[in-house]
DNA sequence: TAGATTGTTAATCGATTAACAATC
DNA sequence: TAGATTGTTAATCGATTAACAATC
């Protein structure tokens, strides 16, 4: 049932939570394309390894309903993940940045399908400016507060070298943009209203090094003990 | 101190502090880099708004000894998570998919800094192989088995489209890679000893676009009720 | 020395897991 | 109906925070 916070929309809910609402998604869709028309927590579980009651839990949060004995109907959830995350209505997004990185974020296809759009790409070096990479317009970046203004942006994309980070997003914050996010390694300051997300990808990268390095460790003091113990 | 379990090697880091470590780092390395000595929990907590004792036990993690009044040594701390993380040595890997992702990753100079070194690329495309993209050859994908067999590579990237993912693992695995950074929506079938580490970029944008979804509403609610009440 | 800071143990908080009644 | 599954409440587990002694 929903309580007061939920009505207002102040619930906060979990990370963890929050972090695996998409591999759901990503699962159920798979489903979805497969005929699929209902699942149960339990079968959910037992594929992506997780608890049944964590499963439902989560699920909960999206104010989805099954059916006991049947359980939910797969295009359900779909649908009421996409409302939850806001995948369903598109973000209009400006990014900044045209290098590498923003290249291949603007050509990145997974993020139409999950709400959001880049419209436009904005860059200092002239010998981009008015160029075209993946259909999107490379663009001034003085002119982008402006811009964003006129066109309602919301969301501002940051694929800027570091140096130039806090002033792009000084640019963003001008132009009434109210999320960030950003893959510039650089703490951005900014008012606290603005919703700001670090996207550094080498972070990412601890986990799985940190992981091998310890494998490798473990490997090889293994080999030694099998080697001094001779056993 | 270390216990039976830490000299094995065998101690679950806590998720959370694994993925603090490299935001205390990016922190460090800017102090380091102005010049800054020594640094204390207090000052890094206030800094990146984390409680002090979570700071000191996050960093105890590495091992790292600090002196009581004084603080840690920033270049201890610097070196001792680098160590932790094994971005001291150099893994080198190899990357499936020069698209544009792939392109993009290739040409990601944090990568290198952080104890991962791109040596090569694979490609199934005719169009691609044996090109250079930032520096690095494009090889056809058949020969990724093989070659890392004979360099001992560890480490393999997946930015192949979805399809080709399942297959592009098998040629990892068969090749005696033990890590596979896999880019591509597909949760991949790899013998148990392989670590892999699921990077949808779409996915980082849950957090975000449900934090923008819930504040433009929140908004349009209050424009509602002031509409609504004249207050 | 006095006070700031570390290292560590205890208390709290929140997420995960278990138990179970409701129900299709 | 019987049994599987949901929804929810209680128990457990682990991470965060608080308290405090040791120490430079």
Chains 1, 2 share one sequence.
């Not at 929903?2 to 619930?11: F, Q, R, V, Y």
Request: proline share 6%; hydrophobic share 40%.
């Amino acid at each position: 049932m929903e309580n007061a916070a939920d009505s207002k929309g102040l619930t906060t809910i979990p990370e963890p939570t929050l972090r695996r609402l998409p591999i759901y998604y990503q699962y159920l869709r798979n489903l979805e394309s497969a005929g699929k028309k209902v699942i149960s927590c339990t079968t959910i579980g037992n594929d992506l390894s997780l608890d049944p009651t964590q499963v439902r839990k989560d699920l909960a949060h999206t104010g989805v309903e099954g059916k006991p004995k049947v359980g939910y109907m797969v295009s359900d959830l779909v649908r009421k993940i996409e409302e939850f995350l806001g995948w369903n209505k598109i973000n209009a997004a400006f990014l900044a940045g045209a290098g590498n990185l923003g290249s291949a974020l603007l050509g990145y296809p997974q993020f139409r399908e999950h709400g959001l759009s880049i419209v436009a790409a904005f860059d200092r070096d002239p010998a981009k400016v008015g160029s075209l990479i993946h259909g999107k317009r490379v663009l001034p970046l003085e002119t982008l507060p402006g811009l964003a203004r006129r066109m309602g942006i919301r969301l501002g994309i940051i694929t800027v070298p570091p140096a130039a980070a806090q002033e792009v997003a000084d640019f963003m914050v001008q132009g009434g943009i109210q999320a960030i996010w950003n893959f510039a390694p650089v703490m951005l300051k900014v008012p606290s209203s603005i919703v700001v997300r670090n996207e550094e990808l080498y972070y990412s990268l601890a986990a799985l090094s940190h992981t091998l390095a310890k494998k490798l460790n473990v490997e090889i003091k293994k080999g030694e003990e099998g080697y001094a113990s001779s056993n």
